[in-house]
């Protein structure tokens, strides 16, 4: 019987290696930009088409390559990063497996130029999916230039399972964006289709971090600074009243290279435990450890690390965090001196002079005018003034009461405070009014709401249901094109970090057809001449675009078409929030639009907008 198993021709093995290696064009751009940073290079550009699927360029002026070395780059294992096994627990670079070219060249068409300084002539080489067309020498500047076209041309069932160009590009930019603000000290530019998207003199990190997310960034951050004997902190975290319902802002870079890591990632949500809730603080956090202690050849993309001792990092980082958010005074504090505090709030008795009821307020901080509001959300300062009404009324009739009167009697004998229900006879329900129904919905703890039905009760996500409610709204805008727009009497300018301004660029027509009236400014600033006719005046407009836009890129990697998204979108950025407070007759018009939709039990996130509890299934559960 002839033997059956051989050694696969080296085209093959190398489009296997691709799929682990090169799953997208953003996986190119990071193994390109990575190998220019091994070299050396102080200058790195980076040039885009058509989101990565007709040509990816890195351009930099690092060492450059001899001829053998250009042509040697593209054998599978071929890497001048280590010689032995021992090389794997002390690596520094970026780059050591020695399968990035060859992968990338197995599954495009790729020309590179390089020349090492000292030469005068440098080497072109062009391959094809693994075959090599051409090796010549050229004229070229001194560093390598790598052009990489029609990625996956070879295999175009890896073409089509390719998302949208806004998802790839979307990708790109977080692989660019993390290599940046891993090595301030390097000139960085990228253009898409001619455009220049980033431009990133060299720096400090904090410089850094500005120009990638923008100058707003600058007063949002708070240093982070600490070294022990395993390890080195530092970077920067953002500060609690900066921080987003969503994720994507967080950056962990071990030894400069950029990981992902839940473990590392709560360390940081317990040290914001008692400052935050329901969001994500941004943060850029360095750690620098002796390479033996740990391993990264864990995954082909180099993005999961392990600790010798991941508990011991774990606390280091927790206790760094949180003695740098105490040390900028970020941390809570318990200051008895300020307004709001137990010694302003102390009950007053009436004065001789008659002071009303709403003064007695007004000098405990609970004034519905209260600076102390100013800058809080809406439902926040609704909730205060709620607050004040009730007290309020806890002083009923007390101004009543003779000036001349001691302080234990009035002309009538002693005060007696009795409730509402103090003339009624204890449990006396002869007038039937216990066993009457209540009709009028009401919440519970502000984020649900109770509706009782003649079966039971409904108990209602209010968040979940008006998303639903919005975004069926928002998605019916988009396909009539029938919206109202309020247009502002001083309108509002907005500055976006490069992508979020690449982004909005792109969305900037659908975002319109929902009643925004926003124009580009330039220099990636944008003017808002209106908002929806429902959102006038109940929020920030700047922050609402910023909440928008969190969402819409919070999305790109689900299955969704452009106008789904942004319908998605803008239901969670602009829909109720959980703790809001609402009245009777909204949370009544929130019920009926909710059985209004046409699919009124899910939000379009998936959570359930509402659930029913039946008597029977009550009196089962008091019975068992």
């Known amino acids: ?272 435990e008692d400052i935050l809730k329901d969001a994500y603080p941004f943060y850029v956090i360095f750690l620098d450890i002796d390479p033996s202690q740990i391993d990264i050849n864990v995954h082909p993309t180099k993005q999961e690390i392990k600790f010798d001792d991941e508990k011991l990092v774990y606390n280091y980082l927790k206790v760094a965090i949180r003695h740098s958010l105490g040390q900028f005074s970020v941390m809570p504090t318990l200051d008895f001196d300020q307004e709001g505090s137990f010694s302003a709030a102390r009950i007053a008795p009436p004065s001789p002079a008659g002071r009303t009821i709403e003064s007695y307020t007004r000098s405990s901080g609970m004034d519905s005018a209260n600076p102390a509001s100013a800058g809080k959300p809406p439902h926040f300062q609704r909730q205060e003034r709620h607050d004040a009404d009730h007290w309020q009324s806890l002083y009923e009739g007390l101004d009543e009461a003779d000036p001349g009167a001691g302080p234990d009697e009035s002309p009538e004998g002693p005060i007696t405070i009795k409730s509402k229900w103090a003339d009624e006879s204890a449990l006396d329900d002869a007038s039937g009014s216990f066993s009457q129904p209540q009709k009028a919905p009401y919440q519970i703890h ?97 922050q609402a675009i910023e909440d928008l836009l969190a969402q819409y890129k919070a999305n790109l990697d689900m299955k969704l078409d452009l106008r789904e998204n942004i319908a998605r979108a803008m239901a969670r950025s602009t829909g109720i929030k959980r703790g809001q407070i609402l009245t009777v007759a909204e949370m009544q018009g929130l019920i009926d639009k909710l059985f209004a939709c046409s699919v009124p039990f899910k939000s379009p996130y998936g959570r359930h907008c509402f659930l029913t509890f039946e008597l029977d299934e009550l009196a089962r559960r008091f019975e068992s």
């Open 1 to 272: 019987m002839a033997d059956i198993i051989q050694l696969l021709p080296d085209a093959i093995a190398n489009q296997i290696a691709a799929g682990e290696v090169i799953q997208r064009p953003a996986s190119v751009v990071k193994e390109l930009m990575e190998n220019a940073i091994d070299a050396g290079a102080s200058t790195i550009k980076l040039v885009i088409k058509d989101s990565g699927s007709a040509l990816i360029q890195v351009i930099d002026n690092g060492c450059g390559m001899s001829e053998t070395d250009a042509r040697m780059s593209f054998e599978r294992h071929a890497t001048s990063k280590i010689r032995y096994a021992e090389d794997l627990f002390a690596i520094r670079t970026m780059g050591f497996r020695g399968e990035a070219l060859a992968s990338v060249a197995a599954v495009a068409q790729v020309e590179m130029r390089t020349r090492r300084h000292a030469d005068e002539l440098g080497t072109r080489i062009q391959i094809d999916g693994s075959e090599i067309k051409a090796q010549e020498s050229c004229q070229c500047s001194a560093g390598t230039t790598i052009s990489i076209k029609n990625l996956f041309f070879n295999l175009p069932a890896r073409r089509n399972f390719l998302k949208s160009p806004t998802v790839e590009m979307k990708h790109i930019l977080d692989e660019f964006q993390r290599i940046a603000l891993a090595n301030p000290d390097i000139f960085f530019s990228l253009h898409h289709n001619s455009t220049e998207v980033f431009h990133l003199p060299p720096g400090n990190l904090r410089q850094r971090i500005v120009g990638v997310f923008g100058t707003t960034y600058n007063k949002k951050l708070v240093p982070v600074q600490e070294t022990t004997d395993l390890l080195k902190v530092y970077g920067f975290v953002g500060k609690p009243e900066f921080a987003k319902k969503a994720r994507g802002e967080q950056f962990f870079f071990v030894n400069q290279r950029f990981i992902r890591s839940n473990y590392l990632h709560h360390a940081v949500m317990t040290a914001f």
């Open 446 to 542: 502000a984020t649900y709401i109770v509706s009782p039905i003649k079966s039971g009760f409904l108990l209602i996500d209010q968040q979940a249901a008006h998303e639903r409610i919005l975004f069926e709204k928002y998605l019916d805008a988009l396909e009539k094109q029938e919206t109202y727009s309020q247009r502002q009497l001083f309108p509002r300018t907005i500055s976006l970090p490069p992508a979020d301004a690449a982004v909005l660029k792109e969305i900037s027509r659908q975002i319109n057809q929902l009643g925004f009236d926003v124009q580009e400014f330039g220099a990636n600033t944008f003017v808002i001449n209106g908002v929806p006719a429902d959102m006038a005046g109940r929020e920030n407009e700047a």
